[in-house]
């Protein structure tokens, strides 16, 4: 929070009445989390995909089934004259069948499909777990980027007010000077203008820090109109010397959701064809079922009454006409594993480029800072040469404003330099899966 009046009645950003929250960027990336619909959706997924593991698993358990059947016979009717003529309708005493019993299957052999279900179940449910880290990582560094924004408007708004402040004296000095008759009106008028511009360019920062801050808010499921105070150590770019290119780049191919998503794919897609092939493997399993039956028709003489019958043994099927069926859906699964294994390739490829350029421009941030730290020193020691010389009239106002102009934009261009090497910090750390 900045806590700064002037005397011109400009005053910090966030002093009103509306809620405040002092959030790090952990805190964020929490709530964010817990708020965002789209992981919420991601997270039933993953449990859904856990529970068809299971499902997949219970396929090796036998198959056992119960049945029963009830009916009632009709009359016996007798066509001795023909089919066109009436029967002779024979009455039955007992014209109720019933049936019931049970069955078992356990499957012994079926080319390895029910393994390989499970395998494949299994990869599902490492790819959804990959899916929703990835869509977490994208939205972690969605956040950081509205997190920085507003970190960026307050340094602005500070660096502003600070502006703002020494050009109201410094507009004052020349007043003063216009009163003794050293200056002209003009460098008055100037001194205004130039005044007035930065009061509109402090308005400007802090609507765009209310727009960030709606944004966050957004996100973390806050009241639009929360005030948000940013913690004290947001910025801190860092890189290890020894790390290079190469050790993010082996990094990434270990670690990045990416790459591990389209590895996955591609051996769903491996798994699909084995199971394709595997059609025209035979099925052998043993089986078992014992019923009893009303009435004993089955075996001469018959009887009304109730007979109990069992067996057990191997049973094996031969799907013969796979051998000819299956030809067209093996040619399409090696089709779809040749098509994967390129886009695996070319994720890889992709994986290497945003790798590299994040690692380029994270370095080309920490130099930028640097250099803006440099350019500061150099604007504040050429303001204030000019600054002597113009109020010992040794130079014009326009050299004075172009001087205060450099200054503060070097201030900006450091705060970039800042937020820039952090978000890019961010980056490598998202295109690596570390983030």
Known sequence: MLICTLSGGIK??????????????????????????????????????????????????????????????????????????????????????????????????????????????????????????????????????????????YKYEKVMLQDIAEREKELEEIRQLLKNGVVLKSDVLRAELKLSKQKMSLLEIRNSLKIAMQRLNIMMGDPDSAIIKIAADTIDPHVSPERTYEDYLHEAYDNSYEFKISEKETKLSELKLKQVKANIAPKVGLYAEYAYTYPQIILYPYAFTLYGLGQAGVKATMPISQLYMNKHRKAEAKINLMRQEIEHSDTQDKVREDVRAAYLRYTEALTRIQVAKDNIAQAQENFRIVNNTYFNQLSLMTDLLDAETQLLQSRFDLTTAEVTAQLQYYQLLKATGNL
Request: hydrophobic share 30%; net charge positive; proline share 4%.
């Open 12 to 153: 910090a950003y966030g002093q009103n009445p509306e809620p405040t929250n002092t959030l790090t960027l952990s805190e964020v990336w929490k709530k964010t989390a817990t708020y965002n619909k789209q992981l919420q959706m991601q997270q039933l997924k993953v449990e859904g995909a856990a529970e068809r593991v299971k499902t997949a698993k219970t396929e090796r358990l036998p198959e056992v089934a119960a049945n029963g059947r009830y009916g009632r016979f009709s009359n016996f009717a007798l066509y001795e004259d023909g089919l066109f003529k009436a029967p002779t309708q024979v009455p039955i005493e007992k014209k109720g069948t019933y049936q019931f019993g049970a069955e078992a299957y356990l499957n012994l052999y079926n080319g390895g499909k029910t393994t390989r279900e499970i395998t494949a179940a299994q990869t599902e449910s490492e790819l959804a777990k990959d899916q929703m880290n990835l869509s977490e990582q994208e939205l972690r560094y969605k956040a950081a980027a509205y997190y920085l924004d507003i970190y960026r408007n």
